[in-house]
């Protein structure tokens, strides 16, 4: 069973910037394909990046691509989401999650672990 926790959230204004963390507890990270979700109050969760543990490859959601990167570094099973040019619809809990499948998918419902949630509030 392997754990996640997040840090790295907190308050920004609008513009700035932030990275999140996500550590995991088992070396077999390294196999999983990785990703970041969002969820905002009353909304459904939404995928934000994802990278595949085959080869590395990263895909984005349309509302953060230019703005993010999702990043590994497997000798730290840990995983990185760099959060630029903020905006106040980017408010939400942050999730990270990983698959067993090394390809991922941008479907939340396909991972297979999760981290607990980090709040990220971007002021106007």
């Known amino acids: 069973q392997v754990q996640l926790v997040e840090s790295g959230g907190g308050l920004v204004q609008a513009g700035g910037s932030l990275r999140l963390s996500c550590a995991a507890s088992e070396r077999t990270f390294s196999l999983y394909a990785v990703a970041w979700f969002r969820q905002a109050p009353w909304k459904e969760r939404e995928f934000v990046a994802r990278s595949r543990a085959t080869d590395g490859g990263t895909f984005y959601g349309s509302s953060v691509k230019g703005r993010f990167t999702i990043s590994r570094d497997n000798a730290k099973n840990t995983m990185y989401l760099q959060m630029n040019s903020l905006k106040p619809e980017d408010t939400a809990v942050y999730y990270c999650?990983?698959?067993?499948?090394?390809?991922?998918?941008?479907?939340?419902?396909?991972?297979?672990?999760w981290g607990q949630g980090t709040q990220v509030t971007v002021s106007s």
């Open positions: 999650a990983a698959d067993r499948d090394p390809y991922g998918s941008i479907y939340w419902n396909n991972y297979d672990y």
